[in-house]
C-alpha cells in the first residue's frame, strides 16, 4: 500500500518562499509519477506540477510556472515542491499523488492518479 504524507506548509507573506516534501512509502517515487496538486476553499483541485517516472521530465500549469519547481529525491523517495515569489492566490490545501499519466494532458487529471496524500495548507497574506 502506498502512502504519501506531506509537510512544510504554513501562514507566509506574499513573496516569500515556501519548500513542501512529499514523504512516499517503499519506491513509490520510482515506480510512480508523481504530482502536486492544490484545493482553494470552495474551488475544484488544481493541477499544479508533475514529475515523471521515466526520464523526470515536469510540467507544470501556467500560474505557477516560472514561481514553483517540483523535484524528487530517489534515495530519500521524496517530492518536493519548491514555491518561491508566492501570492494571496496561491492560498490553497496542497496534496501530492502517485499515478502513471503518459502526458502531460493526462498529468494534469486527477483521475489519472491512484494515491493522495492528506495534504498540506499552504496560507500566504497580502
Known amino acids: 500500500q502506498v502512502q504519501l504524507v506531506e509537510s512544510g506548509g504554513g501562514l507566509v507573506q506574499a513573496g516569500d518562499s515556501l519548500r513542501l516534501s512529499c514523504a512516499a512509502s517503499g519506491r513509490t517515487t520510482i515506480t510512480y509519477s508523481m504530482a502536486w496538486f492544490r484545493q482553494a476553499p470552495g474551488k475544484e483541485r488544481e493541477f499544479v506540477a508533475a514529475?515523471?517516472?521515466?526520464?523526470?521530465?515536469?510540467y507544470y500549469s501556467d500560474s505557477v510556472k516560472g514561481r514553483f519547481t517540483i523535484s524528487k529525491d530517489g534515495a530519500e523517495n521524496t517530492v518536493y515542491l519548491q514555491m518561491n515569489s508566492l501570492e494571496p492566490e496561491d492560498t490553497a490545501v496542497y496534496s501530492c499523488?502517485?499515478?502513471?499519466?503518459?502526458?502531460?494532458?493526462?498529468?494534469?487529471?486527477?483521475?489519472?492518479?491512484?494515491?493522495w496524500g492528506q495534504g498540506t495548507q499552504v496560507t500566504v497574506s497580502s
Open positions: 499523488a502517485a499515478g502513471r499519466p503518459k502526458t502531460t494532458s493526462q498529468a494534469m487529471n486527477v483521475m489519472n492518479y491512484d494515491y
Open positions: 514529475i515523471f517516472r521515466f526520464g523526470g521530465g515536469t
